[in-house]
């Protein structure tokens, strides 16, 4: 088969050269030729150095079909290390195309390249990639819509428009030094000075007036939002003033719809909303603010805005009219992020797992390291550096090697496959912790899974340092969602209300603040798939885990080799 290729200029403050495929029709693969390297950006009255990708910010959308392949080549022309994550895509039997540094490939080095070659495998609705080294996903990211197979649609009424609408965050300085500055201090960095909305604050910032974002609607139609937080530290509140949305997506999987007024979407989540412009004609302001469940933890308490436009909706003067602005939330009313949540309704896609063969509980810990003495390098709370844990392991990043390269060259010292099934000590994980539990071990400790096994996990919040949502991706797995509850799950009481008829799909979960969430799923892909917050600050932190999901029987249950020229640390 004769390849299609088509070669466009990009650039990702690195150089990358992306060569991805957007196929359009059934099973292609079309490679698209991208330059990537840092591009001078402007907000808030400040220009500075970012990575980009293809001098646009956000990233180029990707469009591809079920069933197509992708790609991807990049050259890093930059001054740090990177990889790149697609973002819920299943990646079976192929861990080496995942990206998360030092977890399936070491990272790829200033001047050097990578090809991430993969397919799309039973998979359609938003997602999107990101860098997965540190923290270049605050500029580093973009779309990932996956269509239908050619002769499918969607299973509601097709939209007259589609708009990726991607939340992030942005700081008037390299994100890379605010992490900097907070990884030598132990103390919590810097929150961001603004929210954006395709990578623009919006007018209710300083010298922002000029570059809001605007999407146009015609009277009467229905649009397609796919709306992505791709913002590095906050869950966000989003509305659309006078309009109401019909959810019908998430995390590319249909859900059952339903109306509602605000979505609450945490990073890493994507939610696919139809809009209907049944509103008199007029400019109405798309808005979002902090969801901060954290009680005492520092936030951007800021608002990013674009605008819904309608056609012909000038002033008699000409001038534009004043958009309307919509009522949002509070920042910690977590009542409206739990009831928003609490109606998703999935579409089965598979059969929800009903006889479990590893049950699994598992503690979400933030924590403190206590310092023999006071220090520039201990300035959290209380001559502290912070920490967080799982199970109280604080994840290590491995720099040596990357451990799926490890396990296939059978190299020791890397890591270690006894990650604890239970929290080591039992304790009022919601209740007052003794400080006695605050501080973690740290390894590089994965989890073994058998192929096919059934799996469960109890997702605990607890009350070391401070209670909060933590939105939690597994790599290389879709998972059910079949329950969720306040305070400390109960063994004997809670299943007796898991959903195991319509649970919701997810691939990034927000875990309960003060409370549980319970997932399932089948181990089917064999790999090394890393399991954290997606809080970038607190996967530094050590928020994080692995599984190690063994080979099934034959080839097609197998881990593929790797590819050629495979990142070396």
């Not at 740090?80 to 070491?106: F, K």
Request: hydrophobic share 35%; net charge positive; aromatic share 12%.
């Amino acid at each position: 088969m004769k390849l299609q290729s088509t070669k466009c200029r990009l650039f990702l403050g690195l150089s990358f050269l992306l060569a991805f495929a957007t196929g359009f029709t059934n099973g292609k693969t079309h490679y698209h030729e991208f330059d990537i390297q840092p591009t001078a950006v402007n907000r808030l009255c400040k220009t500075q150095q970012i990575m980009t990708v293809n001098g646009q910010f956000p990233g180029p959308t990707l469009r591809v079909h079920n069933g197509d392949t992708l790609v991807i080549k990049v050259k890093n022309a930059g001054k740090y290390d990177i990889s790149l994550h697609w973002h819920g895509v299943r990646q079976m039997r192929n861990p080496w195309a995942d990206g998360p540094e030092y977890v399936t490939q070491c990272p790829i080095k200033p001047g050097g390249t990578y090809t991430y070659r993969f397919t799309i495998e039973n998979q359609e609705g938003t997602l999107w990639w990101h860098a997965h080294s540190k923290w270049l996903r605050a500029t580093v990211y973009g779309a990932l819509i996956i269509y239908p197979k050619p002769g499918s649609s969607y299973p509601f009424p097709k939209p007259a428009r589609e708009f990726p609408l991607i939340l992030g965050e942005w700081w008037n300085r390299d994100p890379m030094q605010v992490l900097r500055q907070a990884t030598i201090t132990g103390a919590a960095p810097n929150v961001s000075d603004a929210y954006t909305i395709n990578s623009q604050p919006g007018d209710l910032y300083g010298c922002s007036n000029k570059d809001t974002t605007i999407f146009p609607v015609a009277a009467g139609e229905t649009i397609l939002l796919r709306i992505i937080n791709a913002a590095l530290n906050q869950q966000l509140f989003f509305a659309i003033a006078n309009h109401q949305m019909t959810v019908v997506e998430a995390d590319a999987a249909y859900n059952k719809p339903f109306t509602t007024n605000v979505i609450m979407i945490a990073p890493g989540q994507t939610t696919n909303v139809l809009v209907t412009a049944n509103q008199p004609q007029g400019r109405y302001y798309m808005a979002a603010t902090a969801y901060a469940s954290a009680p005492g933890v520092a936030f951007d308490n800021t608002t990013t805005t674009a605008i819904l436009e309608y056609n012909s909706c000038k002033s008699k003067k000409g001038s534009p009219m004043k958009p309307i602005l919509p009522q949002l939330p509070a920042w910690n009313d977590t009542n409206t992020a739990n009831s928003f949540t609490a109606q998703f309704r999935g579409i089965s896609t598979g059969k929800v797992p009903l006889e479990i063969d590893e049950n699994l509980f598992f503690t979400i810990n933030l924590g403190v390291i206590n310092c023999a003495r006071p220090s520039f390098r201990c300035q959290g709370p209380n001559n502290t550096r912070f920490t967080a844990s799982m199970n109280n392991v604080s994840f290590v990043f491995p720099k040596k090697n990357s451990i799926l390269q490890a396990l296939y060259q059978n190299t020791p010292g890397v890591f270690t496959t006894d990650f604890p099934p239970v929290p080591p000590v039992q304790f009022d994980y919601t209740g007052n912790v003794s400080q006695q539990l605050w501080t973690p071990v740290r390894g590089t400790k994965l989890y073994k899974l058998k192929f096919g096994s059934h799996v469960q996990i109890i997702l605990q919040n607890t009350n070391i340092s401070a209670i909060e949502d933590h939105p939690m991706h597994l790599h290389g797995y879709h998972f059910f969602v079949v329950g969720s509850g306040k305070g400390n799950f109960d063994p004997k009481r809670d299943p007796a209300n898991f959903n195991l008829v319509d649970p919701p799909v997810r691939n990034t979960v927000g875990t309960t603040p003060g409370g549980w969430v319970a997932i399932r799923f089948v181990a089917d892909n064999p790999g090394v798939w890393l399991m954290h917050c997606h809080l970038d600050v607190h996967i530094g932190w050590g928020l994080a885990m692995a599984f190690l999901v063994e080979n099934g029987v034959g080839k097609l249950n197998s881990i593929e080799a790797p590819p050629p020229m495979l990142p070396q640390c």
